[in-house]
């Protein structure tokens, strides 16, 4: 990214410029929940790395053996058969969790990638980008769970699951009922109340889902880029501006990228966790 004229971006200018997505606006900043932009950046990475992860599981199952397995299908079998003990410790329904168990994988999987693009050098892909298109002011972020908009989608996909199942397992009046009658009680004065408390319940449950994982990676981005600016400014001032900035990244940013491994993988089994039980509440009953 470079500023107006020749001179070097400031610190704010760098960081600002690395927050904007390629959204059509020029670099206009909008707010999450404005439904007239799309993040192309967001929706490309995103679709691409659910490609990958599904790529890559069909091929641990495509190469599987009976035999003694290699380290790619076992590091995959050990994914598995965590993700299936979790599902069965929290959905006790076996017929649910048919359709649970892979769907968790698939979700642990998806944003265990998506995460994982905070690894790259924070000007690679941006670069590249602007290289490409011949656009030295070109926008691109490559880490869609840093975008609100990628995770309250992805906590809304399981709301909807969740909400799914309350209709699958209770049937439709017997989920109407519950609404109207938990936690306080069947009576039809506290109905309005437990419909509230329903409501609420629900609310929290997808927000709270979808800030946790968005409010993390955004910080782990941050860091990274503040990360990046200090390497950077250290290592200009013998080596010059540009390749001072990218030795910069790379001697910085490796201690933190080695702790951040720990920080993505986390992220995903919690996001994963939580879908499981969210969808194994929805099978009990109040």
């Known amino acids: 990214m470079a500023a107006e004229g020749s001179a070097a971006p400031t610190a704010g200018e760098y960081i600002v410029h690395h927050l904007t997505h390629a959204n059509g606006r020029h670099g206009e900043i909008h707010g999450p929940f404005d439904l007239s932009v799309f993040n192309y950046d967001s929706i490309f990475f995103s679709v691409a790395l659910g490609v990958l992860g599904c790529f890559i599981l069909w091929l641990a199952a495509r190469k599987a053996t009976s035999g003694v397995p290699g380290r790619f299908q076992a590091a995959v079998e050990l994914m598995v058969e965590m993700v299936e003990n979790q599902a069965k410790g929290i959905v006790h329904n076996a017929q649910s969790r048919k359709l649970v168990a892979p769907l968790a994988l698939t979700v642990f999987v998806w944003i265990f990638l998506m995460n994982a693009m905070d690894l790259l050098p924070v000007d690679l892909l941006p670069w590249l980008w602007q290289t490409a298109t011949g656009d030295s002011h070109a926008y691109l972020r490559v880490v869609p769970t840093a975008d609100l908009s990628v995770t309250m989608g992805l906590s809304l996909g399981v709301l909807v699951t969740c909400l799914a199942y309350n209709v699958k397992i209770k049937g439709l009046g017997g989920w109407v009922h519950e609404l109207f009658s938990a936690p306080f009680g069947a009576k039809w004065y506290l109905a309005p109340f437990n419909f509230f408390m329903q409501v609420v319940e629900f609310v ?40 001072g900035l990218f030795i910069g990244h790379i001697i910085a940013g490796t ?28 099978h009990d009953a109040h």
């Not at 201690?255 to 929805?282: E, K, R, S």
């Open 255 to 282: 201690a933190w990228a080695i702790f951040h491994i720990l920080i993505i993988t986390l992220q995903a089994f919690v996001f994963m966790m939580l879908a499981l039980v969210y969808i194994g509440q929805a």
């Open 204 to 243: 929290a449950k997808t927000v709270s889902h979808g800030m946790r994982l968005f409010g993390n990676m955004y910080a782990g981005e941050l860091i990274f880029m503040l990360i990046a600016l200090m390497g950077g400014a250290i290592a200009s001032v013998s080596l010059g501006t540009g390749i």
